[in-house]
Each structure stands twice: as C-alpha cells, then as structure tokens.
C-alpha cells in the first residue's frame, strides 16, 4: 500500500514501562520491526523524540534558558537514533544515522538526496536533530522531513492505538477516531501533534497514522493495508 513512511518514534517508548533512558529489550523489538519491514520492501525513514533523556522544555524548571534546553533536546535525539541504528543492524539491515547540524565522524550532515539513497538501497535512514533550529518539537522534524523525502504517510508510533476524543487513560469512556481531518484535530485541540506540525502536514497534504507502536506486528499490518489505529488527513 506504501512505498515510502516516515516513521516518527518517542524518545520515552525507547526507555520501555518507565519512559527513562535507553532499554535493550524495547529497542530491539522495535528495531526488528522496522527491519522486517526494510526486508519486505518499505522505505523507511525514522525520526526519533528525545525525551527519555532530556526534553528541551523541561530544562527551564532546571534553570536552563529556551534555546540551551532545545540544544540539549536534540543531542538526546541523537543518542537515541544511534542506538536504534545498532540494532537495526544487528537484524540484517543497513541503518545510517543523519542529523541536523554537522556531527561527523559520529553521523552523517543530512542531505535530503543522501537520505534518500540510503532508502532506496533497502536501509534505514535515521534524522536526528529535530529541525537543527531550538522553538521547533521532533513533531515538527518529523513533518518536514516526511515532506522532504516525500514519504506516501508519515506514521506516529505511541503507546495509545489512535486518536481519541479525550486521554483514554483519564477518561476511560473517551472515543477513538477511525479517522480525522486535519482542520478537526485542530480544531478539537486534539494533542496528536503541535501546531507547526499539522500545519506542515496539512498543506503538504501528508497523511498520518497514529497508531500504538507496542500493537505486535502492528507495522507490518500497515504494510499489508490492514486498517490500524487512526489515520488524520486532509
């Protein structure tokens, strides 16, 4: 059903029932499925949140002004992607790690076409860095650079299996959309992404599926065009 996906993960999945740090055993599960997914012909791209190490909001209860906490944000994105790109390896498939700003010889600069290329070569292409730029979230990067490589949807993996009208965790008897638009998650103020990110995504008319990242084989289902989670559109 898809060609292309921009896969955008949160830093807190990868530090498994905790949300803290970096946990072998999540890392590994979600890099198998991502490399199953390489194998069976998807082009995949991942763009990976920073907050299981340090999310740039939080610096400024610490004392840390805006664009510093930003900074650091993104540098735990790195961290992130390169870890996910060691165990990507380790099933079989190639996985290079792009970001941002220059941080050779650790990754690579990205360049859209580079990435690009490493997609049609059968590997994954990790962008990490966010946007290079503090003030924008790794929602945001993720949006952008789903535009960028010009993936066919870009795949919002949480802990939840959809869009719902309130948190489903706090509101045991909220509704989950099937689908929604663009204009109706926003208008509804529904948190599936911030605002600079759905406004990227709505006029570059790039769907998203937000679907439940833990869901077993919940990525190849996807593959498949089995119906999962809640797909936003224009």
């Known amino acids: 059903m898809y060609k292309r996906v921009l896969l955008k993960l949160s830093g807190e999945i990868l530090g498994g ?61 790195v961290i992130n992607s390169l870890a996910l790109s060691q165990f990507i390896e380790d099933e079989g498939v190639h996985a290079e790690v792009f970001t941002a700003t220059p941080m050779e010889p650790f990754v690579r600069y990205y360049n859209r076409d580079n990435a690009v290329k490493v997609l049609e070569n059968g590997g994954v292409a990790l962008i990490a860095g966010g946007t290079g730029n503090p003030f924008f979230t790794t929602d945001s990067g993720a949006a952008l650079r789903a535009l960028e490589i010009r993936a066919d949807v870009m795949l919002k993996g949480t802990k939840v299996d959809g869009v719902y009208t309130a948190d489903p965790k706090k ?39 937000v679907f439940d990242i833990d869901a077993p084989g919940a990525l190849k289902k996807i593959l498949d065009g089995e119906k999962v989670g809640t797909l936003v559109h224009k």
Not at 19 to 25: D, I, M, Q, R
Not at 34 to 58: D, E, S
Not at 173 to 197: G, N, P, W
């Open 17 to 77: 029932p905790e949300g803290k740090g970096l946990e072998p055993e999540y890392l590994r599960k979600y890099a198998r499925e991502i490399a199953q997914a390489a194998k069976a012909g998807l082009q995949i791209g991942v763009v990976n949140g920073g907050g299981n190490i340090f999310r740039g909001l939080q610096g400024l209860d610490k004392g840390f002004d805006r664009v510093g906490g930003d900074r650091m944000g993104m540098l735990a994105t």
């Open 171 to 209: 509101v045991p008897d909220a509704v989950k959309y099937e689908d929604i638009t663009f204009s109706e998650a926003m208008a509804k103020e529904l948190r599936v992404l911030d605002q600079t990110a759905y406004a990227l995504c709505n006029d570059g008319n790039m769907p998203i599926i």
